[in-house]
T-cell receptor, first 120, second 109 residues
């Protein structure tokens, strides 16, 4: 399967600061990436769809000004949590959509290892 | 392996019919979750059922969990064309999170 990396793997920050999380597709060019967050013992919640060269599409209830997504290249998408607060502490996971198989049911997604954000 | 296996791999039904898909797993879990994936889209969470629960409902969705058989089922009633998607179960063991292989559902208008 494809390799997707995330950086950092774990970050602790003070309340009010901004944190940038990177998601890289190492094996193929990805026009579409997804960002999820997961609270302990909870489900993956889709936050937004990141499209290369265009604005991200946010899911209902996700603040676009709070979670800034930039997908400037075919191998890199970044999620910036602005003015982080303790309630933003979560596990953030990106995934990459394999464009070779896209276009029908069962599109293949490859997940990154996730980034644990702890806001003090 | 903890990986969930889903059955059937593909399902095609007429609009209005019910769709049932099953998920089996191998070890103890904290909870089991069902997700939907439309073509070109991200995974969308549908229902989470905890290990001490046996059944949950959400709109036209009904999920059952049988921990003795290590299996779960997702029932979609009165299916609509918009339900066409792939459906995945995911098991949370507390330490690891596993997705099943998915069921591709096609609802014919």
């Amino acid at each position: 399967g494809a390799v997707v990396s995330q950086h950092p793997s774990w970050v602790i920050c003070k309340s009010g600061t901004s944190v940038k999380i990177e998601c890289r597709s190492l094996d193929f060019q990805a026009t579409t990436m997804f960002w999820y967050r997961q609270f302990p013992k909870q489900s993956l919640m889709l936050m937004a769809t990141s499209n290369e060269g265009s604005k991200a599409t946010y899911e209902q209830g996700v603040e676009k000004d709070k979670f800034l997504i930039n997908h400037a290249s075919l191998t890199l998408s970044t999620l910036t949590v602005t003015s982080a607060h303790p309630e933003d502490s979560s596990f953030y996971i990106c995934s990459v959509l394999n464009t070779w198989t896209s276009g029908g049911p069962g599109d293949t997604q490859y997940f990154g290892p996730g980034t644990r954000l702890t806001v003090l | 392996s903890q990986q969930g296996e889903e059955d059937p791999q593909a399902l095609s039904i007429q609009e209005g019919e019910n769709a049932t898909m099953n998920c089996s797993y191998k070890t103890s879990i904290n909870n089991l979750q069902w997700y939907r994936q439309n073509s070109g889209r991200g995974l969308v969470h549908l229902i989470l059922i905890r290990s001490n629960e046996r059944e949950k409902h959400s709109g036209r969705l009904r999920v059952t969990l049988d921990t003795s058989k290590k299996s779960s089922s997702l029932l979609i009633t009165a299916s609509q064309a918009a339900d066409t998607a792939s459906y995945f179960c995911a098991t949370d063991t507390g330490n690891q999170f596993y997705f099943g292989t998915g069921t591709s559902l096609t609802v014919i208008p």
